[in-house]
């Protein structure tokens, strides 16, 4: 989840990445042909259209998907897609973040809004971005180089922060490692150098961080996973995040 820095999360977010998985190319796909419509469908003349089609490398997304989501963009039917943010609370009082990409956007308010009312959530509410930003976001697996080797690397480049979990959980190897933030505008200019240092990233984004964490404990926590596991199981849904702070202890605990 956007903006946690340490391993808290990372078990139920592996189960419910494993029961959405079957859904990521065609999620990637997606942000691919939207990224290319809006600017030029060359990765190297568009930024958008570059972050997204690295991120699909990164998850092993074939090269001709690739190839065929930036052809799409040509055609009449990605017209209709329409970028949409939701905001809501879950239970506790947490914050969601909730990004679509859709072609009816009459179901997607109506999936979203379905999945927080039955999961002890509300839609709407009032504004919560103002309480977030938004930020490059960049990852590195614990083998791309020690602490300090990320560090000196992410300093030289311009990075704002970062934040490395090098002790790998067992019930999710390929986390944590090493998390670097950037500015919003400087995400490209960031990566791009630390590449040339480090090698490629293992995924760069344009993401929503939460300026401070609601602790929640007990029942709210499965209440909270319940809600998380509805709104990624949306067709529409692209991104969610949230500011939840939940103990190693209650994650496990809960974790479906």
Do not use: C
């Not at 942000?31 to 259209?49: C, H, Q, S, Y």
């Not at 239970?91 to 009312?117: K, W, Y």
């Amino acid at each position: 989840m956007a903006g946690h820095s340490k391993f808290k999360n990372i078990m139920h977010r592996k189960g419910r990445a494993d029961k959405v998985r079957s859904k990521l190319f065609s999620r990637l796909s997606r942000e691919i042909t939207v990224a290319a419509k809006a600017g030029m469908p060359d990765p190297a003349m568009n930024p958008r259209l570059r972050l997204a089609v690295n991120n699909a490398k990164s998850e092993s997304m074939p090269k001709e998907n690739i190839e065929r989501a930036i052809k799409k963009a040509s055609g009449g039917e990605v017209d209709a897609l329409e970028e949409i943010r939701y905001e809501g609370r879950g239970p506790g009082g947490v914050q969601i973040i909730v990004e679509v990409l859709t072609d009816n956007r009459n179901r997607a308010a109506s999936g979203v809004r379905s999945a927080f009312a039955k999961n002890g959530g509300a839609l709407g509410g009032g504004s919560v971005t103002f309480m977030w930003d938004r930020v490059g976001k960049i990852t590195y697996p614990a083998e791309a180089g020690s602490e300090d080797a990320v560090m000196e690397a992410a300093i030289e480049a311009g990075a704002t922060d970062v934040e490395s979990d090098l002790v790998k959980p067992d019930i999710y190897e390929d986390a944590p490692g090493h998390t670097i933030w950037t500015a919003f505008e400087d995400l490209n200019d960031v990566a791009e150098a630390m590449s040339k240092v480090l090698g490629d990233p293992k995924s760069t984004a344009i993401v929503w961080k939460p300026q401070s964490e609601i602790e929640l404990t007990g029942d709210s926590v499965g209440t909270l996973f319940k809600l998380m596991d509805a709104l990624d199981a949306e067709d529409d849904v692209q991104q969610v995040y949230s500011n939840e702070d939940i103990s190693d202890e209650d994650a496990a605990k809960y974790a479906g």
